[in-house]
């Protein structure tokens, strides 16, 4: 008789029950059926300080989203230049870029609750120090690029840290339930945020945004507050093979600053952590069509911006229906196969969105591509947190942040260049085809991402 893994769930061990095992024991089971629709509540129910984080995460997220609509809403309204509203992406792309890799390095030197704690206050502070400055009548672009710059910068220092200590709250088996609900999160904020910052700010001004924002952060400090210290393991090094554990000589007893080199080397040697960077790339570069929409919209369906606005909004709204019913997700083990095929389910549905010229397939190609999206998300966060060892987790999610932030700026600026040389059809099916393609190209080298398992990962 074969003994159940302790880490099945009761539905596997009901499934994997061989016929001489007794059946199970009487009395209410659960809920097969819902558990595999709907996404798992497990981490909220297990661990308190991972649902403090999460509600945390998710108030102040929805803040952070309906500050950044209030931010372009009140540069366009001082200088009357979409220009200028486009300058707002650029201060918060580059700081979040050259941040990322050392705010990583921060969380893997630094107790990471500190760190999360003193990033989150920087963020309230600077939340207020918008609400006051609009309160005052003190309105100046500088003021609000020098403001969004700074909050880009506490974001990344606040990302990795963040990122890396949920695998030190939660078993193996809860991570990808706990980065579904983390989708939903990213996915609910970046969709309601922005339609409260514009009601709010249309019936009392920006500083209503901002105050409600500032105050959003209240639940991220109080969650981060009542966290445990988290300061990162002893580091590996470089050379030492996956999940040995063995430190370098000399480092028991005493701590060194963590290198953002020593993290990228670390990558450098971990092809299944690498794939899981390259596969987001061929995505979010190639097939990114969103700088598009606007041409698309007038061009194909004869719209306007409210047209823009749907297309826009298709792709998050897709991804939190995928949060949604994302229970099935915890069964899965074969993580690598998971995100190619995944990858490949983004790029033919924007390939197909692209040939379609019906307003209503077109959006429901678009959900398709954001569903695919998120559910690749899941399973690279899962890869990420598994099978990279402690003390070089912030410095992966350093790198995660720079891949997430910059791929689908490179893609805007790829679509938009083809889609104005050639046409906007070319630009989106090439796309999606080229996308497709070139993560056929990346299995056919790195066979070994598709056998990865997340009950051995393996860097």
């Given amino acids: 008789m074969t003994r159940a893994s302790a880490e099945d769930t009761p539905d596997e061990r009901v499934e994997r029950r061989e016929p001489d095992e007794p059946p199970p024991p009487p009395g209410p089971q659960p809920p097969a059926g819902r558990r595999r629709v709907f996404a798992d509540l497990t981490p909220l129910r297990t661990s308190a300080d991972y649902r403090r984080l999460w509600i945390g995460s998710t108030v102040s997220w929805t803040g952070q989203a309906m500050t950044a609509l209030a931010v372009?809403?009140?540069?366009y309204d001082i200088t009357g230049s979409s220009l200028a509203v486009g300058l707002v992406g650029l201060f918060t792309l580059v700081p979040l870029v050259a941040f990322g890799l050392y705010g990583g390095a921060i969380a893997d030197t630094l107790d990471r609750r500190k760190v999360g704690l003193y990033s989150s206050a920087g963020l309230c502070a600077l939340s207020f120090a918008l609400a006051a400055a609009a309160l005052a009548g003190f309105h100046r672009v500088w003021l609000l690029y020098g403001v969004v710059a700074l909050q880009s910068m506490c974001g990344a220092l606040n990302s990795p840290a963040r990122s890396a200590m949920i695998p030190r709250l939660l078993p193996p088996e809860q991570l990808p339930a706990a980065n579904a609900l983390n989708s939903v999160t990213l996915t609910t904020g970046t969709t309601v945020g922005p339609m409260l910052g514009g009601v709010l700010v249309g019936l009392w001004g920006?500083?209503?945004?901002?105050?409600?924002?500032?105050?959003?952060?209240?639940?991220?400090?109080?969650?981060?507050?009542?966290?445990?210290?988290?300061?990162?393991e002893a580091a590996e090094r470089?050379?030492?093979?996956?999940?040995?554990?063995?430190?370098?000589?000399?480092?028991?007893?005493?701590?060194?600053?963590?290198?953002?080199?020593?993290?990228?080397?670390?990558?450098?040697?971990?092809?299944?952590?690498?794939?899981?960077?390259?596969?987001?790339?061929?995505?979010?570069?190639f097939a990114h069509p969103r700088s598009l929409f606007p041409a698309v919209a007038v061009v194909w369906y004869g719209g306007d911006a409210r047209t823009a606005g749907l297309l826009a909004a298709a792709p998050a709204v897709g991804a939190l229906l995928g949060g949604v019913f994302s229970g099935w997700q915890g069964r899965i083990r074969r993580h690598g196969l998971a995100?190619?095929?995944?990858?490949?389910?983004?790029?033919?549905?924007?390939?197909?969105?692209?040939?379609?010229?019906?307003?209503?397939?077109?959006?429901?190609?678009?959900?398709?591509?954001?569903?695919?999206?998120?559910?690749?998300?899941?399973?690279?966060?899962?890869?990420?947190?598994?099978?990279?060892?402690?003390?070089?987790?912030?410095?992966?999610?350093?790198?995660?942040?720079?891949?997430?932030?910059?791929?689908?700026?490179?893609?805007?600026?790829?679509?938009?260049?083809?889609?104005?040389?050639?046409?906007?059809?070319?630009?989106?099916?090439?796309?999606?085809?080229?996308?497709?393609?070139t993560v056929g190209l990346l299995v056919t080298r790195w066979r070994a991402f598709l056998r990865y398992d997340a009950r051995a990962p393996e860097a």
């Fill in 72 to 75: 372009s809403l009140q540069v």
């Fill in 238 to 285: 470089p050379d030492d093979g996956p999940g040995t554990g063995t430190a370098a000589p000399g480092a028991a007893g005493r701590r060194r600053r963590a290198s953002v080199m020593d993290g990228l080397r670390f990558l450098a040697t971990r092809p299944n952590l690498r794939m899981t960077f390259f596969t987001d790339l061929c995505a979010m570069v």
């Fill in 339 to 437: 995100i190619v095929l995944s990858v490949a389910a983004w790029g033919t549905a924007i390939a197909v969105f692209g040939l379609t010229r019906n307003l209503w397939l077109g959006v429901f190609f678009l959900a398709l591509a954001g569903c695919s999206d998120m559910i690749s998300m899941v399973f690279r966060n899962t890869m990420l947190q598994t099978a990279t060892p402690d003390a070089m987790r912030g410095r992966l999610q350093g790198v995660f942040i720079v891949v997430v932030a910059g791929g689908p700026r490179l893609g805007d600026f790829l679509a938009g260049a083809v889609g104005q040389a050639v046409s906007p059809g070319v630009a989106i099916v090439g796309g999606g085809t080229l996308c497709v393609v």
């Fill in 206 to 232: 920006y500083q209503s945004a901002y105050v409600i924002d500032a105050v959003a952060f209240t639940a991220a400090l109080y969650a981060m507050w009542r966290l445990p210290p988290m300061r990162p």
